[in-house]
């Protein structure tokens, strides 16, 4: 098998059984990978009253077909799960060199039921795998895990693992590989601290098998000349993900003040040159990637001192930023490093304490109830004592370990006006009020609100380009419903193969069209898809994860924008205006033969697209 190991690991923490599963190519060719194939091994699963932490829940840890290839930009792997803090469909994409060490390994990915009555870790290697107590690493941060591993198993070993807040079952505990590379949305986490699986390991020289070497390298010559030319590729080799806050500021992409204000002076200070003035020393990248948009950072002195390591992405310097309107990027790198090490996703952090400043300024809380701390926009002392307690769970940190829609809830109606989640996701730093795209990219993302579930965002922004797709390249002016839903629907399907199933990066896949990254495929695979046929297959992966969110309770009331992300802003670039997500969500509906009322496809279209194994679960059982 080519690009494919065909090996898929199965382990049980409970019997502590370990099993390997041999995987047809008519599989892989019809789910092609990643979370493709994670949609189906947990469909396969599925059983009515599943919660997160039972041990019937899987966590399906998959590469794609190009990993550990010299393919650039394709070392990722997805974690997959019932999500434990939104309920749902649970996925978390993430870069680094663990997927090319897991097919080195020789697996395509791993499947973990069960629970341990102690912690462990698993150890896997050459086809082989086992499963190690980690009572001895029970309470250390992500850091100091890797470090203690990779002294037992040597150097040569790639690792994932949960901190403090993962085993304390912060529900968007994150889980981190080499400190900075993070599956950080959905509380992937939570699931492995619910199983006491405190780390995988994996170990192996094993290459991948490519099925035309030759005309494969002649064109990889071709790929990496592309790379080498593109600009925005140059860009964030120079500064990173945060090579686009500065114009983020500037058109209004970047919500601040918990999406309240329009304009924000200071906000100049977290730019691409203060960032490299201030705290860069280096940059990283990921398995054969020449693009290296990973910051390293240090700060040698001063209240934010730390060692050198991985600096804040883009998201984390607008959360702690622009939404909590902070202009002092020593401080964001601090927080940073302490979300990593304890192992929490910074997006949901943020938004919940802005939420809550947002509450207590406009009279909604008072102190009492955020456990004595006087949180306010603007203050460093009290946001980062709340930060410093959310792993441990302890007063302030309890309540904002839960998220802002569990808070909202626990409030009551008056506070629902000020959450921005859909589906119970925390919406990440991009503004839908200058991009109408982005009000249907969040509402109809499978894990809730995020701009990378399907390529809505991507394209809609310019940041990439597929001429091959005509819905991808005419969908009208960014502030008016017209063409959008046309732009979803192909968006969605492109996306379910291109960073979801083949997993390329967003970042560095943006040098990309169409036409290349389908001939990148077929030659490591050996498959002859045309885009039709990619696009065929990933129409069908999409309607699989929407169908696993139907059976767990979402309809389409669930695909609006909150409130707060439709009210027009006063000032600004975007000011007073505002996406009609109904008029665009209804010409969806009928593109995509959905129930305008529960949200389930219908059953023709399903047993058109080969998903009658659905059918049954959603209109029978």
Same mark, same amino acid.
């Given at each position: ?68 290839? *010299? ?47 102690? *912690? ?43 901190? *403090? ?80 806050? +500065? ?245 969605? +399907? ?63 009331? +669930? ?35 959905? +129930? ?26």
């Amino acid at each position: 098998m080519y690009g494919y190991k065909g090996r898929i690991l199965y382990v049980n923490l409970t019997s502590k059984k370990v099993e390997v599963t041999n995987v047809s190519e008519d599989f892989y060719g019809e789910y092609l990978g990643g979370s493709g194939v994670a949609a189906k091994i947990f469909l396969d699963h599925y059983k009515k009253g599943l919660t997160y932490d039972s041990e019937y829940n899987p966590i399906i840890i998959m590469t794609g077909p190009m990993a550990g290839t *010299p393919t650039p930009s394709v070392s990722r792997f997805i974690i997959s799960s019932l999500s434990p803090f939104t309920g749902i469909w649970g996925e978390s994409n993430c870069g680094g060199f663990f997927a090319s060490y897991l097919k080195f390994a020789s697996f395509d990915g791993i499947v973990i039921t069960g629970k341990s009555e102690n *912690p462990v870790y698993l150890f896997a290697s050459k086809g082989k795998a086992e499963i190690r107590d980690a009572s001895k690493l029970w309470g250390l941060d992500t850091y100091k895990t890797e470090e203690f591993l990779k002294k037992e198993n040597g150097k040569d070993v790639e690792v994932i693992s949960i901190g *403090p807040a993962g085993e304390n079952l912060v529900p968007y505990a994150s889980v981190v590989n080499r400190r900075g590379h993070l599956a950080g949305r959905t509380g992937m986490g939570v699931v492995f601290g619910s199983k006491k699986l405190k780390a995988v390991v994996v170990q192996g020289n094993e290459p991948v098998q490519i099925a035309k070497p030759s005309k494969y390298k002649e064109y990889l010559k071709e790929i990496f000349e592309v790379y080498k030319e593109n600009p925005t590729m140059a860009a964030l080799k120079d500064s990173g993900s945060n090579s686009s806050y +500065d114009l983020s500021l500037q058109t209004g992409d970047l919500p601040l003040r918990n999406w309240s204000k329009g304009v924000w002076p200071e906000g100049d200070l977290l730019g691409s040159v203060k960032y490299k003035d201030k705290i860069l020393v280096g940059i990283e990248t990921c398995y054969s990637c020449p693009v290296a948009c990973k910051r390293v950072v240090e700060i040698k002195d001063g209240p934010y001192k730390i060692e050198k390591g991985p600096g804040p992405e883009y998201e984390t310097v607008g959360e702690f930023g622009g939404m909590l309107q902070i202009a002092d990027i020593e401080f964001i790198a601090y927080v940073n490093d302490i979300a990593n090490g304890m192992g929490f996703d910074t997006i949901t952090a943020g938004s919940t304490i802005a939420f809550l400043g947002d509450l207590h300024e406009n009279g909604v809380i008072d102190k009492s109830f955020l456990h004595g701390v006087d949180l306010k926009f603007g203050d460093k002392d009290a946001v980062l004592q709340t930060v410093k307690s959310i792993a441990d769970r302890t007063g302030i940190g309890e309540l904002v370990s839960l998220g802002s829609e569990r808070i909202a809830n626990l409030i009551g109606e008056k506070a629902k006006d000020y959450i921005t989640t859909v589906k119970g996701l925390e919406a990440p730093m991009h503004d839908p009020r200058g991009n109408f795209a982005l009000a249907l990219g969040y509402g109809l993302s499978v894990r809730g609100a995020c701009h990378v579930s399907s390529l809505v965002f991507p394209v809609s922004s310019g940041f990439m380009y597929f001429p091959e797709i005509p819905e991808l390249t005419d969908f009208g002016d960014p502030c008016s419903e017209k063409l959008k839903p046309e732009l979803a629907v192909k968006a969605e +399907d492109f996306g379910m193969f291109f960073n979801h199933s083949a997993i390329w990066c967003i970042f560095g896949g943006a040098a990309l069209n169409a036409t290349q990254v389908v001939t990148l495929f077929n030659l490591v695979t050996g498959f002859d898809y045309s885009l039709e046929d990619i696009l065929k297959r990933g129409e069908k992966i999409w309607y699989l994860k929407r169908g696993v969110d139907n059976l767990f309770g979402i309809e389409s009331k +669930d695909d609006r924008l909150p409130k707060k992300l439709k009210t027009p802003l006063s000032e600004g670039f975007t000011q007073d205006l505002a996406p009609n997500d109904e008029k665009m969500l209804s010409k969806y509906y009928k593109l995509r033969d959905i +129930d305008s009322i529960t949200g389930k496809p219908s059953k023709e279209k399903l047993v058109s697209i080969g998903l009658s194994d659905l059918l049954k679960l959603l209109y029978e059982g």
